[in-house]
């Protein structure tokens, strides 16, 4: 169903209509058993995923019956985050209604091209220092106004071992209404040292056309703290109007634009895919030492695909290298299915 005024409307009054968990229970219409399940005896499957610069990320995913809870509940607390989001966030965001502001990457990387001099910073470890705590506080605060039991057996539903987990479909919105005094906080200092600020999940992006001195980045780290988070200071990097700016993967020097690691990278996929063909081509992308299945080729297609796509919506449907790419990926599709 697409989201209208009266469905999101609706959606968010039915998520504060919930005075007791059996409220919860008739929207849902599942059996009480489940629910009980479900709250005393959590499954996750636990796994983990190499970081992109080192060491791995812990991942929980709920069983079947979980995720479906959780991911009724997500509909519900979506609608409500979107009638109250602050402007500034991007991410985690349900689709925006009809000529409604987009939320995503560009909307996130665009207030930000062409300023002197752009920050960045990351939140550090941030789903996991989500704390159960934390989040039965915010339900039983003014924003829900849950009453205990109510807030409790919510909180045992979209936490897992103590913190939100990674994983939960839930727990992306979860994670932007903890961020509600941080982003209030933030665009304050924001306004009042003239920076621009936007937030895209745990990526944090100050910038200005004056030089930001280290003064206010220890100011902004400060209030970062406050609001029980950390900064991973790997990453706090400040880049001048001489040098590469970057804002959610995106570079904001002159335009949003796609960085040239990644159009490099669809360069060279599409040459190996038009020179060597596709089973090559797939084996050579996953550094697989012997030839990849076909479940392998299709991914490999489906991702290059994706690539020359995100190009698009970057650069625009009209952009004539975003034209050349599919161009040259629908002639290889083409040509192999002519071969089949």
């Not at 499957?45 to 992109?52: G, L, N, R, S």
């Not at 919506?313 to 952009?319: A, C, M, N, T």
């Amino acid at each position: 169903m697409k989201n209208t005024p009266k469905t999101i409307g609706a959606k968010a009054k039915t998520l504060l209509g919930f005075h007791a968990f059996a409220d919860v229970i008739k929207y849902l219409q599942l059996p009480v058993a489940t629910f009980q399940q479900q709250i005393n005896h959590p499954d996750y499957c636990a796994f983990k995923i190499p970081k992109k610069k080192g060491g791995f990320r812990e991942i929980f995913a709920p069983n079947i019956e979980l995720k479906f809870i959780q991911t009724l509940l997500n509909e519900l607390f979506q609608a409500y985050y979107y009638t109250i989001k602050p402007s500034v966030v991007n991410g985690f965001v349900i689709n925006p209604l009809r000529d409604a502001p987009s939320c995503n990457i560009l909307a996130n990387a665009s207030p930000h091209v062409g300023k002197k001099y752009v920050l960045n910073l990351d939140l550090k470890d941030f789903f996991p220092s989500i704390s159960a705590k934390r989040i039965q506080d915010l339900l039983l605060s003014p924003v829900f106004n849950y009453e205990q039991h109510l807030a409790t057996a919510m909180t045992l539903l979209l936490t897992y071992k103590g913190q939100l987990p990674i994983g939960a479909p839930s727990s992306p919105v979860m994670s932007n209404f903890i961020c509600l005094p941080l982003d209030e906080a933030l665009m304050a200092f924001a306004h009042e040292n003239q920076l621009v600020y936007t937030r895209y999940a745990d990526d944090l992006t100050f910038s200005s056309d004056s030089l930001i001195h280290e003064t206010q980045i220890e100011a902004l780290i400060k209030r970062i703290q406050d609001n029980d988070f950390q900064v991973n200071f790997k990453k706090v990097r400040l880049a001048s109007s001489g040098s590469k700016q970057t804002v959610t993967g995106l570079t904001v020097n002159e335009k949003p634009n796609v960085d040239r690691k990644l159009l490099k990278k669809i360069r060279a996929m599409l040459h190996d895919l038009s020179t060597h063909g596709l089973l090559k081509a797939s084996t050579h992308h996953f550094k697989a030492k012997q030839s990849v299945s076909e479940g392998s080729q299709h991914k490999f297609l489906n991702r290059l695909e994706g690539y020359i796509n995100f190009v698009g919506q970057i650069r625009g449907k009209e952009d004539a290298l975003y034209h050349r790419y599919m161009t040259d990926f629908r002639t290889q599709v083409v040509l192999m299915r002519s071969i089949i």
